[in-house]
């Protein structure tokens, strides 16, 4: 079993910023992808941002300029840094990794338990 765990989320003034990390632990034998998403109350859950292996990124239109994603393979580990914040960022974001578990595995998704992030005006 794998286990993410995040951290960082908590409330802010528009404009602010926050770091959200991401850390995975359990049977890894290799993560193929890390990304964080975002779910708004009433509102479907969003992919925000997500980087691959080779450090390809990818960001929704809604926040790029404003976040950034990166990631420490070593520590199986992902990143969110949040910059120029504004009151439609607030949700929760949970982060997610696609895992082999073994060498030969498919790959598996598995989702942290979120974190809050709000943003007031």
């Known amino acids: 079993q794998v286990q993410l765990v995040e951290s960082g989320g908590g409330l802010v003034q528009a404009g602010g910023s926050l770091r959200l990390s991401c850390a995975a632990s359990?049977?890894?034998?290799?993560?193929?992808?890390m990304g964080w998403y975002r779910q708004a109350p009433g509102k479907q859950r969003e992919l925000v941002t997500s980087i691959i292996s080779d450090g390809t990124t990818n960001y929704a239109d809604s926040v790029k300029g404003r976040f950034t994603i990166s990631r420490d393979n070593a520590k199986n580990s992902v990143y969110l840094q949040m910059n120029s914040l504004k009151p439609e960022d607030t949700a929760v974001y949970y982060c997610?990794?696609?895992?082999?578990?073994?060498?030969?595995?498919?790959?598996?998704?598995?989702w942290g338990q979120g974190t809050q992030v709000s943003v007031s005006s």
């Open positions: 359990g049977s890894i034998f290799s993560i193929n992808a």
């Open positions: 997610n990794a696609v895992v082999e578990v073994t060498s030969t595995s498919p790959s598996y998704v598995f």
